[in-house]
C-alpha cells in the first residue's frame, strides 16, 4: 500500500521567511496530492493540492511542485506570517481513494 | 452550515462500553470518508463509502469496529467493547465522485470538527 514520508516533523521560521515542506511517496499509481493546515483542535483544512498531470501549482503564497520520477512533492510558503504556524500534512491518493496522510510537520513562525 | 457534520463533538466513556458516531456529509457528495487520528500524528484511514456501498476498509478496523451509510446520506460509526488504545480523534470527510463532477478526477475531501473520544 501506499506510504507518505514528510520532513521536517517541526520547522521555526521568522516572520517573512520562506518555509518548505518536502513529502515523499510509494506508490505510483497516486495521482492526487493535497496539502492540509490543522489548527489546534481544529479541522484539516485543504490549502492547496496538485494532480499528477501538473508540475506545478501556485495560490497567491502558497505552492506545490510535484516531481513523479522521484515521487516527491513540496509545499512552499513565501512571506510567512504568525497565522501561518500550525500542522501541515501533506497527503497521497489515487482514483478517488483514501487519503494517506504523513506524520505532519509543525511551523511556527515568530514575529 | 453547509459543511461536514459530526456528533457528538465529544464522547467519553468506559473501557468495555459501545460508542456510535454520527456524521453528515455535504449534501451533494457521494463519498464519505472515516478517518483516525492521534495526538502528533496525521489522520489515518479507516473506512469509505461511495453513496451507501462500502468500498474499502483499513486493516487498522478491526471487528469491534462497523460502520454503516444506510440511505448514501449520513453514516454512523459504531466501536465495540472499547478500549484505552481507541481513544482518539474520529474525523469524517466527503467528496464528490469524479465521475459526478464532469468527468475531471475531483477527490477533494472535506473534514469535519471530529468527534473526540476518550476511553477511561
Known amino acids: 500500500g501506499e506510504n507518505v514520508e514528510q520532513h521536517p516533523s517541526t520547522l521555526s521560521v521568522q516572520e517573512g521567511d520562506s518555509a518548505v515542506i518536502k513529502c515523499t511517496y510509494s506508490d505510483s499509481a497516486s495521482n492526487y496530492f493535497p496539502w492540509y493546515k490543522q489548527e489546534l483542535g481544529k479541522r484539516p483544512q485543504l490549502i492547496i493540492d496538485i494532480r499528477s498531470n501538473v508540475g506545478e501549482k501556485k495560490d497567491q503564497r502558497i505552492a506545490v511542485t510535484l516531481n513523479k520520477t522521484a515521487k516527491h512533492f513540496s509545499l512552499h510558503i513565501t512571506e510567512t506570517q504568525p497565522e501561518d504556524s500550525a500542522v501541515y500534512f501533506c497527503a497521497a491518493s489515487s482514483e478517488g481513494t483514501a487519503l494517506i496522510f504523513g506524520k505532519g510537520t509543525t511551523l511556527s513562525v515568530s514575529s | 452550515d453547509t459543511g461536514v457534520s459530526q456528533d457528538p463533538r465529544h464522547k467519553i466513556t468506559k473501557r468495555g462500553q459501545n460508542v456510535t458516531f454520527r456524521c453528515d456529509p455535504i449534501s451533494e457528495h457521494n463519498r464519505l470518508y472515516w478517518y483516525r487520528q492521534t495526538l502528533g500524528q496525521g489522520p489515518e484511514f479507516l473506512t469509505y463509502f461511495q453513496n451507501e456501498a462500502q468500498l474499502e476498509k483499513s486493516r487498522l478496523l478491526s471487528d469491534r469496529f462497523s460502520a454503516e451509510r444506510p440511505k448514501g446520506s449520513f453514516s454512523t460509526l459504531e466501536i465495540q467493547r472499547t478500549e484505552q488504545g481507541d481513544s482518539a480523534m474520529y474525523l469524517c470527510?466527503?467528496?464528490?465522485?469524479?465521475?459526478?463532477?464532469?468527468?475531471?478526477?475531483?477527490?477533494?475531501?472535506?473534514f469535519g470538527p471530529g468527534t473526540r473520544l476518550t476511553v477511561l
Open positions: 470527510a466527503s467528496s464528490l465522485d469524479w465521475g459526478l463532477a464532469g468527468g475531471n478526477f475531483y477527490n477533494e475531501q472535506f
